[in-house]
């Protein structure tokens, strides 16, 4: 069944940088899309980036466009999401699913904890 493990949250002042990442298991990975979604407290879960099948095409919501990029490898079935210049508005935990900014899954994953502040 699928399994998708993120990883790589954490605590951070403003201004610093992350690396997320996402293992995926139990579906054939290069055939999906994949998206990054976040939910911070007291909001709806939103798409923040996605990227395709080859990673060839990706889209940013507005709010993470210039500071985040998504990227994948197929060969080792994971997705990762560079945060930049982080910013206190980016504190939230952060999921990974398939689709592009429409998740293919019921199933999430337990997300992982970003913090930013000072």
């Known amino acids: 069944q699928v399994h998708l493990v993120e990883s790589g949250g954490g605590f951070v002042q403003p201004g610093g940088s992350l690396r997320l990442s996402c293992a995926a298991s139990?579906?054939?990975?290069?055939?999906?899309?994949m998206t990054w979604y976040r939910q911070a407290p007291g909001k709806e879960r939103e798409w923040v980036a996605a990227i395709s099948t080859a990673g060839i095409s990706t889209n940013y919501a507005d709010s993470v466009k210039g500071r985040f990029t998504i990227s994948r490898d197929n060969a080792k079935n994971t997705v990762s999401l560079q945060m930049n210049s982080l910013k206190p508005e980016d504190t939230a935990v952060y999921y990974c699913?398939?689709?592009?900014?429409?998740?293919?899954?019921?199933?999430w994953g337990q997300g992982t904890q970003v913090t930013v502040s000072s």
């Open positions: 139990g579906f054939t990975f290069s055939r999906y899309a």
């Open positions: 699913n398939g689709g592009y900014k429409i998740p293919s899954f019921d199933y």
